[in-house]
């Protein structure tokens, strides 16, 4: 008979995770074209101001404002100014330099006269209109030499960029997080290998593998340990390599569900085991040492979705970083019968209503937490509260958005 165990609620548990893991203290150098999802660990400071001196933002002709009383006008070209090019002199009264854009502001002028205001002749150009706009990017416009981007940050290319212009080539980021990863059951085989009508392949796992990558950690692949103890010993024994393991099956309660007892064995120390969540109940997690481990449920959208919720967390903060999930209010297509005590995601397609401006959401028919066609099909789930009452078409509904 099933010992009752209180259920946590999504959020405990999510609280429960993040409480018990702490930044991984190991660091690596890199060069910043590598730093793509890595998490920054260390401040970096600015080496340089930008610009580092006045420029011109449009090809033209540098001028003093106070030669331009009367329009149109005409002036003595000096020279000619280019982007990178060093200038020795200044403009006096009624004097231009044909400018380019990037190009240094030479001594005196403080406006650029865009081109298609101009006419020039050999040695003089002629001002026809004045535009309001100066034209001109002050030294430190950009950034300036006491410029800090604080850590830990997530990476993305617009950082590189901005790394790039502060002239830093090597930056200091976490060492990912080695998270392995073993698939349990006898009925399961590696994908590839020869199916019968009573097996079938470890559907989730190689998509578990990719999350783990993208969400920046190192995945190792564990393999598969059939229901037998000896065999589940001896693969969580060697979970110790890693920071992060994931088991996926044998979290619930059957007589051949053996993963929960076989980490208790080895030494894990569960802190939660199941969750009022549909789908997703037979979640754990715990550690031993100082190796965390999460096990997720067998069906494979249920360990799917319970990656997104809750390995996608605990990953991120091996790195330092708080990952907040990406959720929006949407319009119901369907209806949504009433809820019980537990918290449900729902499997939908999100869409942009432009005659109405909004976000729209369609509840998709099959919600089998078996079923992976209907969930690659999805690009949301529709989150429904514990004892919620019928959502009604038309309707408001959080929706927690799927971008990997």
């Known amino acids: 008979m099933e010992k009752k165990i209180k259920l946590l609620s999504v959020e405990q548990a999510q609280r429960i995770i993040l409480k018990n893991i702490k930044p991984l203290k190991f660091k690596e150098k890199i060069n910043i074209e590598n730093s793509y999802k890595r998490v920054l660990r260390s401040n970096i400071n600015s080496k340089r101001n930008q610009p580092e001196l006045d420029l011109s933002s449009m090809d033209g002709y540098a001028v003093r404002k106070k030669d331009l009383n009367k329009i149109p006008i005409t002036l003595k070209l000096i020279g000619e100014i280019k982007a990178g090019d060093r200038v020795n002199r200044g403009i006096q009264k009624n004097q231009a330099f044909r400018i380019y854009t990037g190009a240094p502001i030479p001594k005196g002028a403080d406006k650029i006269i865009i081109q298609e205001n101009c006419i020039e002749t050999e040695d003089e150009v002629s001002i026809k209109k004045e535009n309001k706009e100066n034209f001109i990017r002050k030294k430190s416009n950009d950034i300036s030499n006491k410029f800090v981007l604080k850590a830990p940050k997530l990476i993305n290319t617009r950082d590189i960029a901005l790394m790039g212009v502060m002239n830093q080539r090597k930056i200091e980021v976490f060492r990912k997080p080695k998270v392995g990863i073993l698939a349990t059951g006898d009925e399961i085989t590696e994908v590839g290998e020869k199916t019968n009508k009573y097996n079938q392949p470890a559907s989730s796992k190689p998509s578990i593998i990719s999350l783990i990558k993208n969400w920046g950690g190192d995945p190792i692949d564990f393999g598969i340990a059939k229901d037998k103890d000896i065999e589940l010993s001896k693969k969580i024994g060697k979970a110790n390599k890693c920071d992060l393991f994931v088991t996926i099956g044998g979290a ?6 053996l993963t929960h007892s076989s980490l208790i064995k080895m030494g894990f120390k569960l802190d939660f085991w199941k969750i009022a969540m549909q789908p997703g109940k037979p979640m754990m997690f715990g550690s031993c040492k100082k190796t965390f481990v999460m096990g997720l449920p067998g069906n494979p959208v249920s360990a799917l979705i319970c990656s997104e919720i809750f390995l996608k967390k605990a990953i991120y903060a091996l790195q330092g970083i708080k990952h907040e999930d990406f959720i929006i209010n ?22 942009f209503d432009k005659s109405i401006g909004e976000m729209r959401v369609k509840l998709l028919k099959n919600q089998d937490s078996a079923s992976l066609l209907p969930y690659s099909k999805s690009n949301s789930l529709i989150m429904i509260d514990p004892h919620s009452k019928k959502q009604k078409k038309g309707s408001k509904v959080r929706v927690y958005v799927l971008n990997n």
């Open 330 to 351: 949407a319009i119901l297509d369907n209806d949504i019968s009433p809820n019980n005590f537990r918290k449900q995601y729902l499997r939908g397609n999100m869409y």
């Open 252 to 257: 619930s309660v059957g007589k051949y569900d």
